[in-house]
């Protein structure tokens, strides 16, 4: 048996634990690849249509033996980094960009050699303070009191949840009680919230999808009437869920007001502000999320509005307590833990266990950098979103949905004949088809409505324009053939 642990230990070795000079080839040739990669990406398409789709990947199976560093990287290159959504690239105007800055990428470099485990105290009490810092520092920005605990998640998914989840505990709503429960929100909720009440065992609850008005924001008038109306009926209205940006409109509910009612019926009050939430750094972004603070929870995203690379999500809860109280669990395995409780453990409120060090690639571009540039990014982003809406509707052909609250604007051209529904899907197509810019489409109210979504931070007014002089050359284009047909 020992000889053959020591023949095991000399292939692990060889192949698992490179030496120095391995380890300096490696990180030439990967350096070189992400060097070119960065170094060329204001003039990468946004997207590509291929029609192979990547499938060639399937060629290259994973096997016993491995390949060279050079071929893996080519079978990276043309199977993954190439086809489909650039979401690197300035030009990804079509949905909410993770953004991907470069000192994400150093921090997630340093916590994949060191390895800290940051889901227990115990296990990496530095790790642990580090996130917690974080938590605390996103509180103070949103305007949440010294007792708030939260954690940095995978994305706003489990973020909401998380948030969900401490709702239903937090507001004693039991097996026996959810066909009574009463859940209020918005059309318009981003459906990882209905996702998440369908997880968290609440689908079975009555759902309340308070009308919008013409901004597609939540008509408080109406929540107020419906919760009066549930609660004289026998029910039992335990929560209501605003959107701080939605994804599809980018519109604000009418935080403050929906928090006084909140309050008034001792309702739970959870804000998906995923999308939305970092604009509360710029002036501007301060008057549109005023109420934001009167939440009970509330997720936010920084791969979203700080510009992280995609996996970086926040669920921040008021009372420490109640997120405690639905997320701590203790195994007999992990009794040595209760040595070192100097502060709350990431595993103690969520899901996770097993968990990345995933503040590093928050904590060091803060740190290096500071707040400053991303609050001046941020602004950046929704100045560019009025400057859009301003100008688009100026070209003959482009009508606008309402004023942007953030930085997402909705819009279509109204061709002078035929559909203007099947024109927009054709000019959308052509853009989507050209790759130089990404937009994207939803339908609204019967009408297939184009999208511009502005937060990549490598998106500035050059592009802006570039995206503008497209879809007016497009749409021209459309239109001409149009006219033929007819």
Known sequence: MLEKIKQLELISRKHLEPTSQQRDEMTKKILSYSENFL???????????????????????????????????????????????????????????????????????????????????????????????????????????????????????IANLIGIVTARDAMNVKSKDVEKSVIYLSEQVHHSVDKAIRIAGLNECVWRYVPLDEQYRMKSDELEKQILEDKKNGLNPFLVIASAGTTNTGTVDPLKIIGDIAGKYKLWYHIDAAYGGFFILCDEGKKVLHGMEMSDSLSIDPHKGLFLPYGLGTILVKDRTKIFESHHYLPPYLQDTLKANDELSPADLSPELTKHFRGLRLWLPLKFVGVAPFRAAIEEKLLLARYF?????????????????LSVVMYRY?????????????LVHEVQKDGRVFISSTMIDGKFVLRVAILCFRTHLQTIDFALKILKEKAKEIEKEFEIKK
């Open 389 to 405: 809406w301003e100008t688009i509707q100026t070209f003959d052909g482009f009508e606008v949905g309402p004023y942007p609250d």
């Open 39 to 157: 170094d060329n990406i204001y003039e990468l398409p946004a997207y590509v249509m291929d029609e192979k789709k990547g499938i060639d990947i399937y060629k290259t199976p994973i096997s016993e033996n491995g390949i060279s560093l050079d071929a893996t990287l080519d079978v990276l290159k043309t199977n993954v980094d190439t086809p489909g959504l650039n979401p690197a690239s300035g030009g990804h105007l079509g949905y909410i960009p993770g953004g991907g800055i470069y000192y994400s990428a150093l921090g997630d470099f340093l916590a994949d050699v060191t390895n800290r485990y940051a889901g227990i105290f115990f296990g990496s009490p530095g790790a642990v303070r580090l996130e917690n810092l974080l938590i605390d520092w996103m509180a103070e920005v949103v305007g949440y009191p010294k007792s708030t605990a939260g954690n940095l998640t995978s994305g706003g998914s």
């Open 414 to 426: 109204v061709p002078k004949r035929g559909d203007a529904n099947e024109f927009n899907k054709r």
